[in-house]
């Protein structure tokens, strides 16, 4: 069973940057795809960034060269570097893992980032 703990959403104002941490239970395996998702009010869940085998990541056309995700494997942490935040950008932010060996999806409990002046 893998845990994921979200941290780092906030206020910030538009133009501004945050950092999202999602910790990893029992580390970061080389069959894990590791993402970020958001969800504002009313909407659907939508793909923001991935990582997968350490280094090969996508993202959204929406955050693309905002947007960073990366992997510290020694802290067993995904990270979600958001840099010139948009009001759209407002949504509650979800850590997803994907374990291609079993084919399990798991999800955490989501942080707030709220962009706004």
């Known amino acids: 069973q893998v845990q994921l703990v979200e941290s780092g959403g906030g206020l910030v104002q538009p133009g501004g940057s945050l950092r999202l941490s999602c910790r990893v239970s029992?580390?970061?395996?080389?069959?894990?795809?590791v993402g970020w998702y958001r969800q504002a009010p009313g909407k659907e869940r939508d793909f923001v960034a991935e990582?997968?085998?350490?280094?090969?990541?996508t993202y959204a056309d929406s955050v693309k060269g905002r947007f960073t995700i990366s992997s510290d494997n020694a802290l067993n942490t995904i990270i979600l570097q958001m840099t010139e935040l948009r009001p759209e950008d407002t949504a509650v932010y979800y850590c997803?893992?994907?374990?291609?060996?079993?084919?399990?999806?798991?999800w955490g409990q989501g942080t707030q980032v709220t962009v706004s002046s």
């Open positions: 997803g893992l994907f374990n291609f060996m079993t084919r399990i999806q798991y």
């Open positions: 990582i997968r085998g350490g280094d090969s990541t």
């Open positions: 029992g580390g970061i395996r080389s069959y894990y795809q």
